[in-house]
């Protein structure tokens, strides 16, 4: 599948242009240059001389017009990482000039929960396949979480923790979203306190949610201080933990005490769950390969996407954040 990669910032290119490609792809770039089942066509930026830095390291074209990127390359497959506010709009550019068989854009979908409608409407009506890039649901990791809780090996209802910064809406929602495909989709909510506004737009509040009858709060870290993202989630059998944004995830079991007879603690032993995010984006790229072969995907549609916002927006219409 031919692939077009539009906006050449950090996750477009940027993340992984200076590392190791045998270690790292964290790229939609990357990924889609070094996996087999896909064909890097091109690059679209508005900055020439990240198009530069694209032709120059990928040997392929680079566009300042998404127009003419689409009619030249002629893509199945366009992954959109421009800015949050331009998704919309780059999309109903592609419709005017190409049907592609499958979008794969940046998360959030959009701040605007009837933007994120648009574009999810968009796509439907032009036989489009629409992901959204959260990419940690195809993390190799969170699909083994995934298979535990419906086998019952890890057992509900749970309780939890998830810390994150830089905004519930653009970090927020990946530990949101994660939570959701584990657990179903927020029964309930209560604001603990409605923090602030990170870049003046996006809001960091501490708040509580039931997902089933799984309690998980979510707590707000300062993103200028250190990124923080890690979720710990406590199960009758044992605890989960997922540090370091998703790259070290362990597993204890409850076990009895070999001291005091009568207790159950957490066994001294821990299971490394094999996580794979320092090739995140290549996840996301064998996931959408998953299609094409009528396998499995753990992908992120466009619809899961919507709920992941609407649940979202109603936490955001009750705080009292300016």
């Not at 996006?202 to 993103?223: G, M, R």
């Not at 597993?251 to 490394?272: G, H, M, N, P």
């Amino acid at each position: 599948m031919k692939a077009l990669v539009v906006g050449l910032g950090n996750i477009g290119m940027g993340y992984d242009l200076d590392l190791s490609p045998e270690e790292y792809i964290i790229t939609h770039a990357s990924a889609f240059q070094s996996h087999p089942q896909f064909e890097l066509v091109g690059g679209v930026d508005k900055n020439q001389q990240n198009c530069d830095v694209f032709s120059e390291h990928y040997c392929r074209p680079a566009f300042t017009e998404l127009k003419k990127a689409l009619v030249s390359t002629k893509p199945d497959i366009i992954a959109i990482a421009l800015p949050t506010e331009l998704h919309s709009d780059a999309i109903e550019i592609v419709f005017k000039n190409l049907s592609p068989s499958i979008i794969l854009c940046e998360k959030p979908l959009s701040y605007n929960l009837s933007d994120a409608k648009k574009i999810v409407s968009l796509c439907e009506l032009n036989n489009c396949s629409l992901y959204v890039n959260y990419m940690r649901r195809s993390d190799p990791a969170s699909i083994e979480v995934l298979k535990r809780i419906k086998n019952n090996d890890l057992n509900t209802p749970l309780k939890g923790v998830v810390w994150y910064s830089k905004g519930l809406f653009n970090n927020g929602s990946h530990f949101f979203n994660l939570l959701q495909s584990w657990l179903g989709e927020m029964d309930d909510y209560k604001i603990i306190n409605s923090g602030r506004l990170w870049d003046g737009i996006d809001p960091e509040p501490d708040f509580q949610v039931t997902f089933d009858n799984s309690e998980i709060t979510f707590l707000s870290a300062k993103e200028e201080n250190f990124s923080h993202y890690t979720i710990e989630l406590v199960a009758e059998n044992g605890r989960l933990r997922i540090d370091q944004g998703g790259q070290k995830v362990v597993w204890q079991f409850s076990d009895d005490d070999k001291v005091a007879k009568r207790y159950t603690i957490l066994s001294d032993e821990e299971e490394i769950i094999h996580s794979d995010m320092q090739r995140s984006q290549w996840n996301v790229a064998e996931q959408i390969a998953h299609l094409s072969s009528g396998e499995e995907s753990y992908l992120c549609t466009g619809i899961d996407a919507i709920l992941t916002l609407e649940a979202l927006e109603n936490i955001r219409a009750s705080l009292n954040v300016k």
